[in-house]
């Protein structure tokens, strides 16, 4: 995990390795219902709305809801989709609308398994890094355990 500061932005640099192919992780990110089974912080989320038309140009939005209720209404557009080995898309949460990040997301062949490499930049929120972090770090855990038990 890398982290860097370009003038008033952070980037988040993570990498995780899964013990199957990339068509399976990458079908775990573009699924609608695969990704609404593990696309959120930790286990008191739930996502009651994942959408993802992956094409250059499409949309995605995942609707979290935390233990309290609270909504998380989360939404981007594809920047560029390359079956099975890439994904770029903005970032965006309905209530900050003034500003939208970026996210990469490679899958590397690797092994016999997945290298996912994923790069999160231009995001300001400075007070939340460390929650951001863990934000991503608990959802690639709970894809970890997604792809396990989707026998992927």
């Known amino acids: 995990m890398a982290r860097e500061i370009i003038g008033e932005q952070l ?20 699924d609608p219902k695969a990704l609404g089974q593990w696309f959120r912080p930790n286990a008191s989320f739930s996502v009651p709305v994942a959408q993802a038309d992956v094409r250059v140009g499409g949309r995605f939005r995942v609707l979290m809801l935390n233990a309290k209720g609270e909504e998380f209404d989360l939404n981007g557009i594809y920047r560029e989709v390359v079956s099975a080995r890439k994904l770029v898309m903005t970032w965006g949460w309905s209530n900050q609308s003034e500003h939208e990040s970026l996210v990469t997301v490679d899958f590397l062949p690797l092994h016999g398994g997945t290298q996912l490499e994923l790069r999160h930049e231009k995001y300001r929120d ?10 991503w770090n608990g959802a690639l855990d709970k894809l970890e355990t997604h792809l396990q038990a989707s026998g992927a």
Request: aromatic share 16%.
């Open 126 to 135: 400075f007070e939340n890094e460390p929650t951001h972090e863990q934000g």
């Open 11 to 30: 980037s988040l640099n993570l990498k995780r390795f899964y013990p199957v192919a990339p068509e399976k992780v990458w079908r775990a990110w573009t």
